[in-house]
């Protein structure tokens, strides 16, 4: 289990991955060496499961976000989602309950790529429909829990 200082490395990792051990040794207030030992055991653990940058889709030219609901047929749920996921544009593949079985959520340039990008799914074997959202505003996009 993790502990007062485990989480206080993982908050200061929240904020920035960046940080050197010496940097977040600082900032928790810990030795560097108990840094260095407690951050390989939350990567070995699981609990660390990757370091990644916060990129603002936006300012690349991806202004139109949508969330795409996908019903799949015939118990095919795992291979589609596999081939939705290797699109580049699709940013997230969740399994979901109630009257669609997936839920996509993706970026795109214009119109005519999401356009493009329904259309292919609509023809994928075993899609039977979808429903597209486009997203308005983002209020909030947190998908990290606050801890401790």
């Excluded at 055991?41 to 609901?69: A, F, M, N, Q, W």
């Excluded at 075993?126 to 505003?137: A, D, F, G």
């Amino acid at each position: 289990m993790i502990d007062e200082k485990d989480i206080r490395i993982l908050k200061v990792l929240l904020e920035d991955s960046r940080l050197s051990f010496r940097q977040i040794a600082k900032r928790t207030g810990l030795a560097v060496s108990t840094v260095v030992s407690r951050v390989r055991r939350l990567e070995e653990s699981g609990i660390i499961k990757k370091y990644t940058v916060e990129i603002d889709y936006e300012k690349l030219g991806y202004s139109l976000p949508v969330i795409i609901d996908v019903r799949v047929s015939k118990g095919k749920l795992f291979e589609v989602e596999r081939e939705i996921a290797r699109h580049p544009n699709v940013l997230a593949v969740y399994d979901i309950t109630g009257d669609f079985d997936v839920a996509v959520l993706a970026v795109f340039k214009t119109r005519r790529e999401l356009d493009a990008f329904v259309k292919m799914l609509q023809r994928m074997e075993y899609v039977e429909r979808t429903h597209t959202k486009i997203i308005l505003n983002i209020i909030k996009d947190e998908r990290e829990l606050p801890i401790g």
